[in-house]
C-alpha cells in the first residue's frame, strides 16, 4: 500500500506562486507521479508527470509556468506553480503509478486547494 499526501496549496493573489508537495510512504517502485488538478463538475485534468527516470511533461495550459521535481531522499514530488492566474484555480491531486511484486497499482491523494484570486 502507498499513501500520498498533499500539502502546499491556499489562496494566492494572480501572478503569485505556489509549491505544492507529494509526500509518499509505503512499498513499491513509483514508476510515475503526476499531478492533476479538478474543478467543481468537471473531470480531473492531468497537470504534470514525472517519471522514475525523470522525464518530465506538462499540460499546455501550463507549459512555462509550472514545473515538476523529486526529492527521492524525502520521497517527495513538487509542483512548483508561477505567474499563477485565476483560471489555474482547482483541487490539486497527487497520483502515483507504482509496480510492487510485478502488478502495477495507482494510488491517489486526497487532493489541496489553490485558489487564485485578488
Known amino acids: 500500500q502507498v499513501q500520498l499526501v498533499e500539502s502546499g496549496g491556499g489562496l494566492v493573489q494572480p501572478g503569485g506562486s505556489l509549491r505544492l508537495s507529494c509526500a509518499a510512504s509505503?512499498?513499491?517502485?513509483?514508476?510515475?507521479t503526476a499531478w492533476y488538478r479538478q474543478t467543481p463538475g468537471k473531470q480531473r485534468v492531468l497537470v504534470a508527470t514525472?517519471?522514475?527516470?525523470?522525464?518530465?511533461n506538462y499540460a499546455d495550459s501550463v507549459k512555462g509556468r509550472f514545473t515538476i521535481s523529486r526529492d527521492n531522499a524525502k520521497n517527495t514530488v513538487y509542483l512548483q506553480m508561477s505567474s499563477l492566474k485565476p483560471e489555474d484555480t482547482a483541487v490539486y491531486y497527487c497520483?502515483?503509478?507504482?509496480?510492487?511484486?510485478?502488478?502495477?497499482?495507482?494510488?491517489w491523494g486526497q487532493g489541496t486547494q489553490v485558489t487564485v484570486s485578488s
Open positions: 509505503g512499498s513499491g517502485f513509483t514508476i510515475y
Open positions: 497520483k502515483a503509478g507504482v509496480r510492487r511484486d510485478y502488478v502495477s497499482y495507482d494510488y
Open positions: 514525472i517519471t522514475s527516470g525523470g522525464i518530465t
